[in-house]
């Protein structure tokens, strides 16, 4: 079949490459450098004027904070607002740079099995490092009496989230294939834009050059002008992220981490050995040097680390993946919108690491049924988990009701969640673009192995036909002798 027509042609004077080459400019310049002081300024300024400090009252210290933290709304509004049609844009163009349907399959199926499966690792690598840490045991009597006399807390799940719609296929795939494609845009369903963009992309491969060519030129346009978008955002970021860290200081104070430390000192002991698998699996899959992955990633990981959605970062992780680590743009605009939203490994660690937390401060023994229950939810739910700021907290509760652990026990973690989501939020965005690596490095093998191939038979046959052709004229001889 036919290569599609796929206008992302990058020496071309308005192609995405040329728009984004000031938003690479900005990174040069250190932007990682200045988010990391305004994380710290963040921090110190919420430590003076929160019940730390206790130089202002504390009600008007949350005003302030409010008040500080406007840029970063500005900010997260502006990421937030074109997110959707950069999602559904990217996919589709991803989708459709493949050569043919037989490549796409085994694009799509390599990344949907790499995902489960580090998933489901990064799940056991919690569920290990909490029943070798133990972190439950340190936690005193009063504070599980706190948890316990909050069983009246209901916890919001959000616009669109139903823990129910996993008991019946038929709601489950309603809730998967949208009857109306343009209501899951508007109403920013993510996993249903997903599977609606995969399907209009593997329409576009099936079609001819003339009939595609329209549509690939539209979404194109699309995409450049989100990342326009995100290139004036990303002017706001250090300011963004010392208001929100500000903000987010004065409102929790360091009081609610004293009394978790050993919890959270737990799953940040456990995102740290999934980030260095993560390193191994580049250094020894991808074949790229670790060191050198980490500073092209930083700032990624940081400004994931500020905003806790990977969502907000994906403009900019795209462009690094293409920009920094070489990722061919059929590869990254196709992993990084589908790995935001289905591959959150960090998330699926964290989820175990506090169940099995939570099942020790209650009491409550979990046998190899509850525990691989809470493995296949924590990896179920990764997939359909929105790539939002705290979504983390509301399957957790979802989890611990299948495995009989009272919800309550949230109120326990919710007072240094904080600091846990903005650091597996990180660890998620690492994932993404590790799979793209090893990804891109599976693609390009597979052609390199076949040119080979190709080359070694083309040397082997002239010396086969030179051998055949003595022989014919050996026995041509032979004959001509016999008939003499």
Known sequence: MTRIY???DFRRNNSLKNL????????????WLKILIAMGLGVLMGLFLGPFGGYVDPVYAEIIGEWIALPGYIFLGLLKMIVVPLVFASIILGVASSQSMSALKK???LTAT???ITTAISTAIGIGMAFYIRPGKFISGDLVESALGSQT???????????SALTLPSTLIGGLLPSNPLGAL???EMLQVVIIAVIIGIALVSLNKEQSTPMVSFLTSVQAVCMTVVKWSMTLAPIAVFGLLTKFTIKLGIEALLGMAVYVGTVLASLMLLMLLNLLIVSLVA?????EFLKAIRDVMLLAFSTSSSAAVMPLSIKTAEERLGVKPSISQFVVPLGATINMNGTALYQGVATIFLAEVFGIDLGPFQLLVVMTMAVAASIGTPSIPGVGIVVLAMILNSVGIPTSGVALIMGGD????????????????????VMDRWVREKPERKAEETSKIETKNPEEKTGDKVKTNTDLTASESSNV
């Open 107 to 109: 694009t799509g199926l």
């Open 20 to 31: 984004s080459n000031q938003l690479r400019d900005l990174l040069e310049k250190k932007l």
């Open 418 to 437: 904080r600091i846990l989501d903005m650091s597996r939020t990180a660890v998620n965005v690492a994932g993404d673009l590790v799979t793209c690596k």
């Open 186 to 188: 508007a109403s920013g």
């Open 153 to 163: 807390q209901t916890i919001s799940t959000g616009p669109g989230f139903d823990p």
């Open 114 to 116: 790499y995902f489960v």
């Open 6 to 8: 796929y206008p992302l």
């Open 287 to 291: 074949r790229y040097n670790p060191f």
